[in-house]
């Protein structure tokens, strides 16, 4: 559930409770943990899990947007992803080392449920795309094929 207020501050989002497969492989980072036991709000928990290796303005500015689409609750509504079809194509994951939001344990365990034959993995936080763009460029780059030409 996702209680939006008329100020940022006043977002909340309240997930299910913490599984134990998840506690046990150690695939909750500590910042997650907090936010989920209630013991954070909404802009700090996403500061630290979300802009962990952004500048402040930059992270001011990510922070100020959130909410402003269908995530958390499309993610939590919806039980049923179906992922075989995956294993018709070659995919790569790319692991975000220094993530706050999904430990590196738990990728490894989407990489292998998303069938991927690949794992590269970057010294980057969770919005790799916003603080690292041009490495993932090149990482994906390589991986279409560019540079195997």
């Given at each position: 559930?996702?209680?939006?207020?008329s100020?940022p501050s006043?977002r909340?989002?309240?997930?299910?409770p913490l599984?134990?497969?998840?506690?046990?492989l150690?695939?909750?980072?500590?910042?997650?943990?907090?936010?989920?036991?209630?013991?954070?709000?909404f802009?700090?928990?996403?500061?630290?899990m979300?802009?962990n290796?952004?500048?402040?303005?930059?992270?001011?500015a990510f922070?100020?947007?959130?909410?402003?689409d269908?995530?958390?609750?499309?993610?939590?509504?919806?039980?049923?992803?179906?992922?075989?079809?995956l294993?018709?194509?070659?995919?790569?994951?790319?692991?975000?080392?220094?993530d706050?939001?999904?430990?590196?344990?738990?990728?490894?365990?989407?990489?292998k449920?998303f069938?991927a034959?690949?794992?590269?993995?970057?010294?980057?936080?969770h919005?790799?795309?916003?603080t690292?763009?041009?490495a993932l460029?090149?990482?994906?780059?390589?991986?279409?094929?560019?540079y195997?030409?």
């Amino acid at each position: 559930m996702l209680r939006m207020g008329s100020t940022p501050s006043a977002r909340r989002f309240h997930p299910p409770p913490l599984d134990r497969l998840s506690v046990r492989l150690g695939c909750v980072p500590a910042g997650v943990k907090a936010f989920l036991e209630d013991s954070m709000s909404f802009e700090a928990a996403s500061r630290l899990m979300f802009c962990n290796d952004m500048a402040p303005a930059q992270a001011d500015a990510f922070v100020a947007k959130l909410g402003q689409d269908h995530w958390p609750p499309d993610a939590l509504t919806v039980s049923d992803w179906r992922y075989d079809h995956l294993t018709e194509c070659t995919g790569t994951y790319v692991l975000c080392l220094a993530d706050q939001a999904v430990s590196p344990a738990w990728q490894e365990l989407s990489a292998k449920r998303f069938h991927a034959s690949r794992l590269i993995r970057i010294d980057a936080g969770h919005q790799v795309m916003h603080t690292r763009p041009h490495a993932l460029a090149e990482i994906l780059r390589q991986e279409a094929g560019f540079y195997n030409s």
